[in-house]
């Protein structure tokens, strides 16, 4: 089975900061890990996904990842936040593909202060 | 291309009653999946199908349902409906390559009364 761990529930930074999110998985095979981003009354987009090539993904946005299989993790990072990634970020790990039944961390919501 | 559509996009219901959740995928995309989102429990997943056949389907009771057409479009319905049902339901669809993406509708938020 498939789980993801999504530590803290809210973080806050300053505009022009580094953005981390963090999310560890667990799975019994080598997993296909997604990063999504939820805005207001809206549904989910993809950020970026790791699919076993690369283990330094880049999204949209200025997003990237690295998939660190030594530590099973999968953390989120912006080298400078815009007040626009105010939002919800979810991790999300599937077993099977890319296409595939997705298991969801709680879910990290990001404020940026002025 | 048009993205994943579902309507309604709001609805309110009251306990016992039953409701049917629609979801139109992307075109050319055979899988849809569903998925409950709630405060307390986060994100679930529901069920998937593919080529109208149901592939995969979560930890839900019997009242929640699902099925697709032809057209690859797919339904919901959820029947007795209870207060924790409250949610908003989301549908994704993909391609059948492992590598692909799902692509997520903007959801259906349901009120249970």
């Known amino acids: 089975a498939q789980s993801v761990t999504q530590l803290g529930s809210h973080v806050s930074v300053s505009e022009g900061a580094l953005v981390l999110l963090r999310c560890n998985y667990s799975?019994?095979?080598?997993?296909?890990l997604f990063w999504y981003v939820q805005y207001p009354n809206q549904g989910l987009q993809l950020l970026l996904k790791?699919?076993?090539?690369?283990?330094l993904v880049k999204g949209i946005n200025g997003f990237e990842a690295e998939f660190k299989k030594s530590e099973t993790s999968f953390h989120l990072t912006k080298p400078s936040a815009h007040m626009s990634d105010a939002a919800e970020y979810f991790c999300?790990?599937?077993?099977?593909?890319?296409?595939?039944?997705?298991?969801f961390g709680k879910g990290i919501t990001l404020s940026v202060r002025p | 291309k048009a993205g994943v559509t579902q309507t309604p996009r709001y609805l309110i219901k009251t306990r016992g009653q039953q409701v049917t959740l629609s979801c139109s995928p992307i075109?050319?995309?055979?899988?849809v999946s569903w998925y409950q989102q709630t405060p307390g429990q986060g994100l679930q997943f529901l069920f998937e199908?593919?080529?109208?056949?149901?592939?995969n389907k979560g930890n839900f009771p019997g009242r929640f349902s699902g099925r697709q057409f032809s057209n690859s479009r797919s339904e919901m319905n959820v029947s007795t409906l209870e207060l924790g049902d409250s949610a908003l339901y989301l549908c994704?669809?993909?391609?059948?390559?492992?590598?692909?993406?799902?692509?997520f509708g903007p959801g259906t938020r349901l009120t249970v009364l």
């Open positions: 994704a669809s993909s391609s059948m390559e492992p590598t692909d993406t799902q692509y």
């Open positions: 799975s019994s095979v080598p997993p296909y």
């Open positions: 790791y699919t076993s090539a690369a283990t």
């Open positions: 999300a790990v599937s077993a099977t593909g890319a296409n595939s039944k997705l298991t």
């Open positions: 075109s050319g995309h055979r899988s």
């Open positions: 199908y593919f080529s109208e056949t149901q592939r």
